[in-house]
């Protein structure tokens, strides 16, 4: 550990135990910008450290949804799951019924309740393929029943793509109104708190939300340094649409990081983590956060998990803030171009 770290670990000890510190308090309310938690404006600030490792955003249905989250596509080792529940923290844990570890994610909340941790604690999400749109609420009991729980605190709708019929060029006839009905009532019969989309671009949220009984909580999206989604972002935040952001690092274990550029190794990136004394990826999930959306990270490595949930003790400056915003190249990395099970259409791009 640094020496600054160390002696910003001693700061925080010193305010904890002898300052009367306001928690509701934030920096941002302060005449300078800077509370009485920090030592200067590019600081990181103790209070704010307190805040966010126990910060959650509301959705619009008032249920709590934690900021950080632990993806778990193409995780197949349950200790890594079960260690960051148990000894990181972590409390929003990710799956999807695609991801085909729904069970594994079971045994690692299994052993995190046997070590204290209580289900009322932990935020699951899981996601419908599009294999269950005929019927939201059998696909859920079946997620359900591999993830040996009564209920999911999130349901998403993984990609607003149907089926194709046998021809594999004919779509199944599920509109997504239809959908969402199902959806809606996964609600109504309590097996999942909230429900919610991802991937879904401007236009499909109007046309949901003009049709919809319960709007949908959140939209999981790819948001990171080099695909920024400015404007389905602002949306989302105008309508009241919680953004969950995966693939916030882009996709750094790609041979190219995914289209030339890798992340982990951007100089704006690494010079901004080494005023900070952290990490470029520490940085472009400090962004994340700070933008107020919800931050999903995976990784098969316990020490990265707990480098990736430090992000949330990283305070940007605005001009920090700026200096990120210009890395925008709209690289998208996930696209169902490259995916034969959507018939390789160029949806989003």
Known sequence: MGETKILKLLILCIILLYSPIDLA????????????????????CTMKILQETSRSVVLNNGEKMPAFGLGTYD???????????????????????????EELVSKAIK???QAGISRDELFITTKLWNSGFENPVKALRES?????????????IHWPIPEFEEDKKTFKKTPMHQVWQGMERCVE???AKSIGVSNFNVQLLIDMLAYAKIPPTCNQVEVHPYYQQEGLLQFCQKYGIAVVAYAPLSSPARPDGGNGRNILKDPILQQ???????????????????????????????????????????????????LIR??????????????????????FK
């Open 25 to 44: 308090k934030s920096c941002s309310e302060e005449p300078d910008g800077v509370c009485e938690g920090c030592t200067s404006e590019n600081d990181i």
């Open 75 to 101: 995780i197949q080792n349950q200790e890594v799951i079960t260690y960051s529940i148990v000894e990181l923290g972590y409390r929003h844990i990710d799956t999807a019924q695609v991801y085909e570890n």
């Open 111 to 113: 052993e995190a309740i």
């Open 144 to 156: 359900l029943g591999r993830l040996n729980l009564k209920y999911v605190d999130m349901y998403l």
């Open 189 to 191: 019969l309590g097996i």
């Open 272 to 322: 901004i983590a080494n005023s900070h004394d952290t990490t470029p990826a520490q940085i472009a999930l400090a962004w994340n956060l700070q933008l107020g959306n919800v931050v999903i990270s995976k990784t098969n490595n316990v020490t990265r998990a707990k480098e990736n949930i430090e992000a949330v003790s990283v305070a940007l400056s605005s001009k920090e803030m700026d």
């Open 326 to 347: 210009s890395l925008d190249a709209n690289e998208k990395i996930y696209d169902t171009q490259e995916w034969e099970c959507f018939g390789n259409i160029h949806a």
